[in-house]
Structures are given as C-alpha cells and as structure tokens.
C-alpha cells in the first residue's frame, strides 16, 4: 500500500531499544569523506559532459519514489512522513538529487537529524548538508570519525546520517582529466571568441605607405561584407588563414574527454553523445536502462537503500528500497498485458492479482496510490 506525503508513522505501543548503527566509523583513508577534491565543484560543472552525466545519474535517481519493505515477507508497509519528504525545506526529488551528487562528486554525503519521533528516538526529518558545510572531526589514530563540524558547530554521530561511496569522488579520482577537459573547453570558448583573421594579403612588389594598407584593407572587407568582386593587382596575393573549431581539432578532442568522463561517471558514452556510433532504438532501450541501472545507478541505489535501512533510522526487520519499476524499468504495456494474459491462463494469478500489476480498478480505471 502506497501511503502519501502527510502520512503519518505509525507509533509503536512499547518503546523500541534502538541500537545504532551509525557511519562511517572505520575510515581506513581519512581524506575519503573529508570533501577533499582536486578539483573545484563550480569549475567542473563547467564541462559540458560531466554535467549530463551528473544530471543523468542524480535525476533519474530522484525521480524513483522511496518505498518500506517487511525484510522476511516482502510485504509493502504504510511509509513514514520523511519517506515521502525527507527535509522540510525542500521537496524529495531535490533531496535526494544532492545525495547522488554528493556521493558522485566527494565520495559522502551528509543528510543532518532535525528532529524525531518521540515514540522510539528515530528521525522524523532531515537536511542534506553541502559537503563544503561539514568537517569530520577524527580519532587520534586518525581512522575513526567521532563526531562532525557544521558551520563550525559540533555534531554528534547520532544526529548525521553519513551515506558513503565504495571510492573516492570523481573530483578527487578524476581531478586530471576534468582539469584537462576544462581546459580544452576555456580554449575552445577563447578562440571562438577571438577568431583568427581570416586572411592575409602578401606584397611581393614595392612597399606600400600605411594609408595605401589600410584602404586596401578596407576595400577588400568592403568587397567580402558585400560579397561582391574584389581586386587585387599582380603584387599581391591573398592567403587564407581561417580556422574553425573542427580545424583545431576542439572537436574531436571534447568527444575524446567526454569518452573518459563517461569512464569516470561508469556511464555509457551513448548516454553523453560521446560515441556518435552508437544507436538507441525502441526494441532495446529497456535492455539498455536495464543495464543502466545495474552498471551506473546501482552504487547510489545501494548506499542510499542500505543506510536508509539500518536500524538507527529504520526498524529492524524492515527495509527501504527505491521502487525502479514505477518509474524507469516499466516494460511496453503491450509486452506486460501479454504476460499477464498468460499468467491469468495458466491459473498463476487472479483476476484481482492482474489488475493490481496493470494499476486497475474493477471499473477499468487507473487506480489511485
């Protein structure tokens, strides 16, 4: 049963033991989640491909809606509030937009406790945290963060909830190729620009005075502007010096770095227009999100699903998952249709079980969540 935004979380009669289960706790490498980058956040979303990426990855995630799970039945629960809304400020999508990039980006991200149900102390909203905002505070031996800084306030363990990556953020692993790709885009911007001229004229006979230049000059950008004929005598000779971006090879090596980016990001090159080779067509594009999912998606879905499900936010024994198939892995209705017509012919599953999977009402209507 889908539950909406204002639900309410159902309060236990007796007060749960909450045994938390905060992160991170061992580090092993204290710049890991220490926001430290090789390169500016602002400056690489100044790169045309990584910033398709990121929004590919941060958006498509948004767009999945949270669900609660029983661990041991499978079973959809009735969802708390923060579920549908984690930040009061600040609509889901948003939130968890930030998460990804956060996790794509540095590594970590922050989400800070705001308040909680009284019934057994778990959150009941949150804030996700710029990661600029927080300094971790470490143990002597440097290997355990015991509590955070938030604009210089301290924070307890407890009250932030820290989703970790399974490696460093790409600001950090691919601050080189960022750096060179920006680069190669500041360049690219500078010489469109500043063009070249587009020409010279080579005196092969007697030296002109600079007036004579300079009404040549004008004549023949006269002659150029009107597209009409311009005449040079038998001294001169006019060479063309033009080069455009495909020229300079901007390109060519933009396509080359937007290759290694999507390396980076774990994202096919089709996906940033960097393989102009490729082809998508409708037959193989839920295979294609399929593999998506699995490949590029899966970490941020799997650090989000599997901290969100730990017991200090949510109570044992239940789970919290990302429901892909109502937004991103939902097969050809016609193709689903078909199924279900044959699990209803083999006797598999009930009418009412068939107009549940196609979102029906025994009137034929879609049904409402």
């Given at each position: 049963m889908t539950m909406g935004i204002f639900t309410r979380a159902v309060p236990t009669q007796t007060k749960p033991t909450v045994v938390a289960q905060y992160a991170p706790q061992n580090l092993g490498d204290p710049y890991l989640f220490s926001g430290f980058a090789t390169i500016d956040r602002n400056a690489a979303l100044g790169i045309p491909s990584l910033v398709?990426?990121?929004n590919l990855i941060c958006n498509t995630v948004a767009a999945m809606p949270l669900e609660l799970y029983k661990k041991s039945t499978g079973e959809e629960l009735g969802k708390?509030?923060?579920?549908?809304?984690?930040?009061?400020?600040q609509p889901r999508s948003v939130?968890?937009?930030y998460t990804c990039e956060s996790l794509l980006f540095y590594g970590v991200s922050y989400w800070l406790v705001k308040s909680r149900y009284q019934e057994d102390g778990r959150p009941a909203s949150f804030e996700w945290i710029p990661n600029y905002r927080v300094t971790p505070k470490y143990s002597p031996d440097a290997q355990t963060i015991i509590s955070y800084y938030v604009d210089r306030k301290e924070i307890s363990n407890e009250d932030m909830v820290t989703f970790q990556a399974l490696s460093d953020g790409i600001l950090t692993t691919g601050g080189q190729v960022l750096r060179a790709a920006l680069d190669?885009?500041?360049?690219?911007?500078?010489a469109a620009a500043t063009p070249m001229p587009s020409g010279y004229i080579r005196n092969s006979g007697a030296d002109l005075d600079p007036?004579?230049?300079q009404g040549l000059l004008a004549a023949w950008k006269a002659a150029r502007?009107?597209?009409?004929?311009?005449?040079?005598t038998s001294t001169l000779e006019y060479n063309a010096t033009s080069f455009s971006p495909k020229d300079m090879m901007y390109n060519e090596a933009k396509q080359d770095y937007a290759t290694q980016i999507a390396r980076l990001c774990n994202v096919d090159a089709f996906y940033l227009s960097a393989d102009a080779n490729n082809s998508m067509t409708y037959s193989n594009l839920l295979d294609s999100r399929k593999q998506f999912v699995s490949l590029t998606l899966q970490p941020f879905i799997s650090a989000i699903e599997d901290r969100l499900s730990m017991n200090d936010v949510t109570a044992q024994g239940n789970?919290?998952?990302?429901?892909?198939?109502?937004?991103?892995?939902?097969a050809n209705p016609m193709d689903e249709l078909l199924v279900i017509e044959k699990l209803l012919g083999l006797g598999l599953i009930t009418i009412e079980?068939?107009?549940?999977?196609?979102?029906?009402t025994p009137n034929g209507s879609e049904g409402m969540s």
């Open positions: 398709r990426a990121r708390p509030v923060w579920m549908s809304q984690p930040a009061i400020n939130t968890i937009a190669l885009e500041t360049a690219s911007a500078i007036k004579e230049v502007a009107n597209r009409s004929t311009a005449y040079l789970e919290v998952r990302f429901d892909l198939d109502a937004s991103f892995l939902r079980q068939a107009m549940e999977m196609t979102d029906l």
